[in-house]
């Protein structure tokens, strides 16, 4: 497990891996953590190690994104046209 702290963002990321997302000692290990995040007004958030492909997955998350910010900037020229 590590933690990562921004407190500029306001937000504590959990990492965990795949044997300790698993666990579920873990997640009453967290329990604590998530109150003290709370008590210094963070947000917790989990990560938890995936199995599949990070860079395909960014990528299409990515491409899909951009796509649908095409179609909203396509929609709101026509609007303005009419």
């Known amino acids: 497990m590590e933690l990562d702290i921004n407190k500029d963002c306001g937000i504590a990321l959990i990492w965990l891996t795949q044997e300790e997302s698993a666990d579920p000692a873990v997640g ?3 329990k604590p953590v998530y109150a003290k995040c709370r008590a210094q007004g963070l947000m917790a958030a989990v990560m938890h190690s995936g199995k599949e492909d990070l860079y395909a997955n960014t990528r299409d998350l990515l491409v ?5 910010q ?4 396509v929609r709101a020229e026509r609007e303005s046209s009419l």
């Open 64 to 68: 899909e994104n951009r796509r649908r």
């Open 70 to 73: 095409a179609e909203k900037e």
């Open 28 to 30: 009453e290990h967290l």
